[in-house]
């Protein structure tokens, strides 16, 4: 067995630049370099970090179109996405008078749009690439507890991701809303209880490793 190298670009909004990280090492990228380093199958792991907080689907395209975002997507083994929750915003904000579980609705088919063509950009640049999908969590409870459908909401997007993840190949969808699930006082950035903290951060890691080690997702040898 010869061990490898990873090269992993992780890209984004705010979960992949890390916010609500006390230490500003990038979120879950500390936590899982650490976690595929520590495998007999793996010499070394690189993450290069292209989160931008309050980046929407159509913010992460323009982003993707980048010299330096495209020149990293080409030469890595693994493209790691965290993207939906401030489209989810989007529509908070332009409905904010009258918030109703149908703009919410409206919204998707433009989300899917979106998703969609940064799936087609990442795989234009990199045909061979794997890429991760990390779902949307609900720390909207606490801003928004007259919505009751934030859940149903929260999922019809969740279902949205995953129908597009499945319509190409190499790719995984990562749910994570679970972790979060009535735990938001424990795993929320206390400065904005919308933010994962360390303990979130750790715990969004370790669900994203082992979706990559899934049926030998990241094809590490062992």
Request: net charge positive; no cysteine; aromatic share 10%.
């Amino acid at each position: 067995m010869v061990p490898v190298k990873l090269h992993i670009v992780s890209v984004g909004d705010s979960l992949t630049e890390g916010i609500g990280d006390s230490k500003n090492r990038g979120g879950y990228t500390y936590y899982l370099k650490h976690e595929l380093n520590s495998l007999k199958g793996v010499k070394d792991t690189s993450i290069q970090n292209f989160g931008v907080k309050g980046n929407t689907t159509d913010q992460l395209l323009a982003k993707l179109q980048e010299s330096a975002v495209k020149k990293a997507i080409k030469q890595s083994d693994l493209v790691i996405i965290t993207i939906g929750g401030n489209d989810i915003m989007k529509v908070f904000r332009a409905n904010i008078s009258d918030l109703n579980e149908q703009a919410f609705k409206n919204a998707i088919p433009d989300y899917k749009k979106h998703l969609s063509n940064v799936f087609t950009t990442i795989r234009k640049e990199n045909p061979n690439a794997k890429i991760a999908l990390v779902g949307i969590y609900n720390p909207f409870s606490t801003w928004f507890s007259d919505i009751k459908e934030m859940n149903t909401i929260l999922n019809d997007w969740n279902n949205t991701s995953k129908q597009v993840t499945k319509s190409y190949k190499n790719t995984t969808f990562i749910p994570v809303a679970d972790i979060f699930a009535k735990r938001e006082d424990e795993l929320l950035y206390e400065e904005d209880h919308f933010h994962p903290n360390n303990k979130g951060y750790d715990l969004m890691s370790q669900r994203i490793f082992q979706y990559l080690l899934k049926d030998d997702f990241l094809r590490i040898p062992h």
